[in-house]
């Protein structure tokens, strides 16, 4: 089970810090993505963490903003968002996928968490 958390409402130029913490798994053991949804749109990858080792990829838009990290001891993955913009508003989801899933490809992915909602104000 992963439990994202952490959202809330930022103002540009602010930061804010999301959480995904499992249980019943090891995070280290998979890929696990950050995605998001804003109203009307569709599922979007941000960002992710490879299973093995910490290389991490992200969106365009978000890179150099925005920093995945992962805390093996607390079995957690983090999402640091600095410099966010009104267009980062949306619902943020955190997912675990098995060895051989597709880091950008959200349906390949095993295991979702519910969403966390993010409110960038400019």
């Known amino acids: 089970q992963l439990q994202a958390s952490g959202g809330g409402l930022v103002q540009t130029g602010g930061s804010l810090r999301l959480s995904c913490e499992a249980s019943?798994?090891?995070?280290?053991?998979?890929?696990v993505g950050w995605f998001r949804q804003a109203p009307g749109k569709e599922r979007e990858f941000v960002g992710g963490?490879?299973?093995?080792?910490?290389?991490?990829y992200y969106e365009d838009s978000v890179k150099g903003r925005f920093t995945i990290s992962r805390d093996n001891a607390k079995n957690a993955v983090y999402l640091q968002m600095n410099s966010p913009k009104p267009e980062d508003t949306a619902v943020y989801y955190c997912?675990?996928?098995?060895?051989?899933?597709?880091?950008?490809?959200?349906?390949?992915?095993?295991?979702w968490g519910q969403g966390t909602q993010v409110t960038v104000s400019s």
């Open positions: 997912a675990a996928g098995r060895y051989g899933s597709h880091l950008y490809q959200g349906t390949t992915y095993d295991y």
């Open positions: 963490i490879v299973w093995r080792g910490s290389n991490t």
């Open positions: 019943g798994r090891t995070v280290s053991s998979y890929n």
